[in-house]
């Protein structure tokens, strides 16, 4: 299985929902895994919002359905665990479970990134990074920070972690 939690305390820390969708569609062509998505309550329309494209019985939405200690028990069994700068990517990172994290510039991510054996973080350094700020209104680089960080690259560090797809896409 492979966990994905899209959102993240602060909008400037959260990758574009769109690249998550494209992302999880060109997962879902290379692997048979399920994915579950994962967030908080407040977060559940806009998760739905994203997975309605997709078959339930490959994808789908426990935001405000799980307690945190069933997301804590569940990250322990993923294969992958996909978030960004977030709690859920620091308990991945901790749990030993191969975790991708998509780091915004707010924070340097060798400071304040998960860290572990097994985590990747992939991130941009524009020129105004790491620039301390919250709320992506504050922003006046556009959030070319999170919007550089191509939804291809992300696959791309993913395929790496996850190794050759279980079966290829027909």
Known sequence: ?????????????????????ELIQSLLDAY???IIMVGAAEQRQAINAMVRQFSSDRVSNVAGVW?????????GGAKLVIA???GVAH???????????????????FEWGPRGPRVTTVFTKPACAPCG???ANGCTNGHVCMTDLRPGLVFAAARRMLGVPQSPST
């Open 32 to 34: 048979d895994d399920p």
């Open 84 to 86: 960004n700068n977030s």
């Open 91 to 109: 308990l991945g990172a901790n749990a030993g479970v191969a975790t991708l994290c998509l780091f915004a510039a707010s924070h340097d991510p």
């Open 67 to 75: 307690t945190w200690r069933e997301t804590v028990n569940c990250v």
């Open 133 to 135: 700020m919250s709320g």
């Open 1 to 21: 299985m492979i966990l994905i939690a899209p959102f993240s305390n602060d909008v400037l820390r959260n990758w574009p929902s769109r690249y998550f969708t």
